[in-house]
């Protein structure tokens, strides 16, 4: 079972909690193009933070096969024989390495951070491999 980490959506929290605090001292003020930055800051910082207290687990796998998570709080299983591929995109951009876990199903193909799974991808993507075998 992989996971968000605890302090990744505290820190969301945190951010929304201070957009909104923003959004209300720039109303205060009367600044109108502040408000109209930071409603929508906190909003959507507020929307993600809510995903990760809601759905925290966005990938798990047993004997029958995976089960990750589907738009915003839904969830799919996914037979291991329905899994085509598991992969992980390498990128460096900026001097900064990235890696993306992906997961093809023929239908869908699913794609978690490092932040959604709370590890690796490559270590993720070498437990999958080992227990859909």
């Given at each position: 079972m992989w996971k968000v980490r605890r302090e990744l959506a505290a820190l969301k929290i945190l951010g929304a909690v201070a957009c909104a605090a923003l959004a209300v001292y720039w109303w205060l003020q009367h600044d109108t193009r502040g408000v109209i930055l930071a409603v929508p800051a906190t909003l959507l910082i507020g929307a993600m933070a809510l995903r990760d207290v809601l759905v925290p687990v966005r990938l798990s796998a047993d004997e029958s096969g995976i089960t990750v998570v589907h738009g915003?709080?839904?969830?799919?299983?996914?037979?291991?024989?329905?899994i085509r591929d598991v992969t992980v995109d390498v990128r460096t951009r900026f001097g900064r390495r990235t890696e993306m876990l992906e997961i093809d199903t023929g239908d869908h193909l699913h794609i978690f951070s490092p932040h959604e799974l709370g590890a690796s991808p490559t270590e993720v993507a070498a437990a999958l491999r080992r227990r859909g075998t």
């Open positions: 915003y709080m839904g969830r799919r299983h996914v037979p291991w024989e329905q």
